[in-house]
Structure formats: structure tokens, C-alpha cells
């Protein structure tokens, strides 16, 4: 790694003020931290855990690990032998300290903006108490598991830091995934109880909750016998907004065995629950995420080496500073909103903004009058949220005082010049640094960012590796590759917020990680490393597309389609989209006997909305009377890819079997995917 500077493209260097009283004030800093996190691992976390509270110490080093499936199961642990409990780190610790408790942990914006309040650190506390001591009394155990099926709503936030108290184990569900996405994870999870609310607002949609909650329940136990024994139920909707007719329509049936309204069983629960002292390789929560077999993972991280990790990123990513007030738009139901809505901020006793609305109600400018009514200093979002709202130009964000921003965030997708740009000069006016930064579920925190006042930044670039991560390019031989070059993203040594294991699956865990290169954690990701030595993420290398920055698989959207009773086969590809950065383009050859028409499509689009959810709908779906295979049956999607893009110039087709398939996808290509 050189220190950056003489480069031919335009650079953009941290401002003075940034660097005056930042945690890593210049590039000589991170490399010198970066030195020490790599060379001596053991002192350097060991100095972060001090922060923290321990019941007990560890008794091993921060970091064993083994990371080589040659020489036997991969395993990573920190803090061996160590007792604590993360809930009690990021609520009880700052209350205790006594200067925190009356702080806001976060500034609640409704869908609508006359809804909002305030939650302080100590009344978090209070009732995340009170809604562990329901738990418990429900009879939920340490590593037992809860789903968790709701909007933005401090709720969410409660009964997760619940889980964490408790020991109990939180799977939190994106609220937009379907009632049979939902299910799937409440049978791999076995859990135990399921949170939900009766319903939310999503701009001028309302989506009944509740009733995709007994769907995704009845259909457990259609599947097999349903571990859910209660379904806690939060009157949000009805409660919350002055809306009558939401009130009407989101009755839905009531089952007096299983559901239970959240007011009731948290109204005199006890305000006090001493937190179940945890090793610090217990599990904290699972998320799923997209694999390629179609399959989701359930990721599953632990408690202290999540703990230190999100902690760490937040506040050196961010640069935090106890008067910010940041921002991450993301959901909490994505690994995202896990890491930088709630443990790394809370954990650093920061206040947050928690939005449950969307960026274009009421009006394309409500991210700007947030940021305004909140004097919002930090600022995350994802490159699809810029590409949608530049289209509507300068001045719904001119309209607004944005003048306490300081630093402005990416996430979740490679972030392009033109948008970048834009972030950069319009909303940050030129003087907030932009951290980009790339990471994973699997990762649990950033893995390659700047620091903002440290790192001179090169538009879309994530630069350089977070502190204890080391990065490596290999070619297809799993060969490293020195100096500027291009090929698989792996990294050599685990970090403390790495996942532990595939729920249940530790051998999915191994496959998919490990195998292909022994001695590596694989990202699944290509990147280029420039002369300067700043990392470039090129995108999935695998049959992985990130539409919006969700990833999502092929195979599963496949899966989806081919359900259909005309479907004889079906193949999916992405194809680069304006705002979504990708979107689905779908390929399907029906039955002898079915016809494809417009009907169809509709059906089939409804289809999968209805498996996965809104954000897998196909954006195009084409008739293909065959698919293009090679001799041994296999599709070759590099082609079906050129077809979804028009790009006519096909390279060496030799292997394919019959090279007439190709024309007629041509000839039969979606209206408007020009
Ligand atoms: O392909 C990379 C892309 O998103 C993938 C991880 O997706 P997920 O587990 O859903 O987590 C998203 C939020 C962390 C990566 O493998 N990705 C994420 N961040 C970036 C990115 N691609 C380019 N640049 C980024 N900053």
C-alpha cells in the first residue's frame, strides 16, 4: 500500500476541519493503526474490548481461528472464555454511566410526517426489560429463536435488544419478503415466537402484516409441525395513524392460542430483567441471505466479535463524534440496518435517526427536510436511493438546509462516477467526504472503506481494508496476484465480526466460503486493485445479482417461475438498469400445450412477488421457445445475458448445441429493453 498522492485522476482530499479532532486524523494514522491490527492482532483488539464490559475476562487470545479446510473444520473465536452481553454493553452501560440515559438512542420518523417521537437511552432500556421479561415469560430460553416480521418502528429495536438479553437468538425477517420467504426462515429457524405488527404504511400502500404472518404460519404448518407457539402482535397501524379506513382493513382473523397483542403483555411487565451473562461465541442473531442454490443462508454472528467489530467500524467509518446525529436509511431487516441502526451506534451511545417511510413520500424531498429537521451530520445511504432521486433534480434538495452534514455514506452496490458525483456536490455541497464502503451479511461490518478524514478518496472506489482485514486478489488457479491486477476478492484471516457458520449448515458454510480457495474467506466478489494500491469491487462473480443493492440469486427467481404450471423452464440473468443499478431479466420457455402471452407474464411477475416478494420482481420476462445449452445440458447464461443486453457480438459459441436457439431469442427480445 503507498500513501496516495500522485495519481493522474482526480483525488478528493478530507477536509481540514474533518481532520482537527477525528479518531484517525491522516492517511500516516491508518496505516499505522492498520500496522498494528495486523502484525499484533491480539493487542489491538484487546485495546477495543477495554471499552467494553466484561463479566468475565477471556482467557485465550482475542482471535483462534482456522481458516485452511485442508487441515480440518474452519472455525474462527474471540475472546475465548469471555462472559458478557450486548444488550448490556449498548443500553445499561451508557444509563449506568449516567450521563447517556437521558440522550436519544433514536429520532423515529413515521411514514407520514406527523409521525415521529423521541426514545432516550433509559427508556429504551426500560422497555427492552419489559419486553425480555415477556419473553421469558413465554417461556423463550437462551439460544432459543425468535422471527421478527416488522416495519421501522422502535419495536423492532426493542424486541431485538430483548432477544440479546435474554440470550434468545433474533432472525429478523425483511418486512416486504412474502408470506412464503417468511416461512422458510421460520422452519429453518425453528423459532419459537414470531413478532409482527398489523400492519404499515409504505408511501400510500398498506400492507397487512398480520395476515401475511398467518399465512406464512399456516403455511408451517402445512410444512411440517410449526415451532411457533405465540405471535405477538403490535398495534402499529392501528394505534399509531389517524387513518380509520387502515383501522378497517387490517382486521384479520384472530387465533386466542397463539396471538397476543403486544400493549397487553407488555403493560405490566416488570420494567427490570437482570441480561443472561453470555460466552462470548453464543450466538446473537441469524439473518438470511440469497445463496446461489436458491436456498437462503441463515449468517449467523456471536456476540463479542460482533460487538467489538460494528462497534469499531461505526466510529472510525463515521468518525463519530457523541454530538452527531446520524442517519442510515437502510431497513433493519438487512444486515445493514443490524450493524449501522442499531448494535454499532448504539454501542457508541450515538443518536440515530429511525425512518420507517420511503424516500418519495409525501414528496421526493423528505430525506432533505429529515436531514434538516434533525441537523443530520452523518449520513448513510445506498447508491439506488441517490439514482432514484437525482431524477428529480437539484431543487426538492436545494429546498433545504443541509448544512450540517459532515459526512456522506454508500452501501450495498458498486456506486457509479455519475451518482457519486452528484452525492458529492448537491447534497454534500462539495465538502463532505464520501466513505464507500463495501462489506457483506457475512462480514457483519465494513470491510474495505475509507476513513474520511484520512483516506483521499477516488470516486467509486472503497480504497483500503478496515482495520484486521487483509485483502488479497487470486486468479482463477488461486494464484495471488501482486500490485495492480483483477480477479476474486478473498480475504486471508478472519476479523472479529466475521459469520461463524450457516445455521444448522456448517458444511454450506465451509463450500461456500472456503472451498475454492483453500486458506481464503471468499467474497463471492471481482475487484481490481489500481496502481495506488485502492480496491475497485467489479461485481459478483457468481449467479448473484444485486437489484437495488438486495442481493438475490438466480436460482431462486428460477425457482419461483418454474412453479408455475405453464412453465416448462426458465432461466434468469441481470441486465444494468438506470436506478436499480440491476434488475431482473427473465428468460422462459413454457409447455407444448400453453401459449405465452401477456397473461402469463403478469401471472408470472405475480408469481414471484408472491414467493419472494416485491423487490424480486422481474422487470422483463421473455418468451424463449429454447434455451442456450452446451453439449452437456448446460445453459450458457453468458449468452442469455448478451441477449438481455442486445449485445450482438457473441465470441465463440461453439459449444453450444444448437446455435439457431440463439436467433430466435434475439428475434424475440422484451419491448423496451432496448
Ligand atoms: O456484491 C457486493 C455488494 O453487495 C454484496 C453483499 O450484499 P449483502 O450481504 O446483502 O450486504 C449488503 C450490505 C452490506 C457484496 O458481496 N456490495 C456491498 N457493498 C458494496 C457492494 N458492491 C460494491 N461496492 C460496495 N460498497
Redo the contacts with the bound molecule.
Sequence with gaps: MVVPGSQEEKMFYPPDDLQMDAHVPDFNSYLQMYRKSIENPDAFWKEIADEFFWKKPATGSMLQYNFDVTKGSIYVKCMEGAKTNMCYNVLDRHVLKGNLGEKVAYYWEGNSPDQHLTVTYSQLLSQVCRCANVLKKMGVKKGERVSIYLPMIPELVITMLACARIGAVHSVVFAGFSSESLCERIIDAQSCVLVTADGVYRGEKLVNLKQIADEALQKCREKSSTSVTKCVVIKHQTLRTKCGAARNKLQTPWDSDCDVWWDEVMKDSPEECEPEWLDAEDPLFILY?SGSTGKPKGVLHTVAGYLLYTALTFKCVFDYHHDDVYWCTADIG???GHSYIMYGPLANGASSVLFEGIPVHPHVGRLWEIIEKYKVTKFYTAPTAIRLLMKYGREPVQKYDLSSLRILG??????NPEAWHWYHEVVGRGKCPIV???????TGGHVLAPLPAATPLKPGS?TFPFFGIEPAILNEHGEELQGEAEGYLVFRRPWPGIMRTVYKNHERFQNTYFKKFPGFYV???GCRRDKDGYYW?T??IDDML?VS???MSTAEVEAALMEHPAVAEAAVVSRPHQVKGECLYCFVTVKDCKEFNHTLMEELKRQVREKIGPIATPDFIQNAPALPKTRSGKIMRRILRQVARNERELGDVSSLTDPKVVEVLFSQRCEGAA
Design positions: 441471505t438487512w444486515i445493514t454508500s452501501v450495498g452496490e458498486p456506486i464507500d464502503t463495501f462489506w457483506q451479511t457475512e472503497a467474497t463471492g466478489d469491487i461485481g459478483r444485486n443493492g438486495h442481493l
